[in-house]
């Protein structure tokens, strides 16, 4: 029924029904009052849930096809997140459970898959404000660990030598730049050179939002 109303069930974070708390599986009746609580109102007074999932010690995500720059920012900002655009809504669903991972979406009807446990509804359609939404929403600001993962397939990255990596840079890199990391999954090398001045300035931009 909650559902129906167009509210995801990993939105919701309590459910009163004449003053006692239920979970999902409650049968409504005629004349029932009915109090639904959102995540939002258990981070301003604390309430006792029946159906509030586990909290996650390890945060990952997957994303659907509509956020394909915000799971670059997150990423960037040190998360696991997984992100294709050929994902299918069942696959998106599965992954989120089985994966335990926490599924970001701007379909309201992929979070009512029964198996998902863990996912949002990301209100804002501006990347950046997205970004921002998403650390909020899930209090991850101190947890932010940028330049450690690869922009394009999500691995870590690791220390490299210049000359492990010599032949495969342009070379005005090769004269110019001494640091360098590559991507443990990809092997995409990856070196302080003119966008790294952006990006930090996109995440100096971000952590101002706290």
């Known amino acids: 029924m909650i559902e129906s109303l167009g509210v995801p069930h990993p939105e919701v974070d309590c459910i009163e029904v004449n003053g006692t708390l239920v979970d999902f599986s409650y049968i409504v009746q005629d004349g029932d009052i009915i109090n639904v609580y959102p995540i939002s109102a258990a981070k301003q007074t604390p309430i006792l849930s029946l159906v509030r999932p586990t909290p996650l010690n390890v945060i990952r ?21 997984l992100y294709r655009n050929d994902y299918d809504d069942a696959e998106l669903a599965e992954i989120s459970s089985t994966q335990t991972r926490i599924l970001l979406t ?40 940028p330049f450690k993962r690869c922009l394009r397939c999500n691995s870590l990255l690791k220390p490299v030598s210049k000359q492990a990596v010599v032949n495969q840079l342009p070379e005005n890199i090769q004269r110019e730049i001494e640091e360098f990391h590559r991507c443990q999954g990809c092997a995409q090398i990856y070196w302080k050179g003119s966008h790294y001045q952006r990006l930090q300035q996109f995440i100096d931009g971000v952590l101002a939002e706290i």
Request: glycine residues 6%.
């Open 61 to 81: 995500f997957v994303l659907d096809i509509h956020l394909g720059k915000l799971a670059s920012s997150l990423r960037l900002l040190g998360f696991d997140t």
């Open 106 to 145: 701007r379909d309201k009807g992929l979070l009512m898959r029964s198996v998902v446990t863990y996912g949002y509804y990301v209100r804002n359609t501006d990347p950046q404000k997205q970004i921002v939404e998403v650390l909020r929403r899930f209090d991850l600001f101190e947890l932010v660990s």
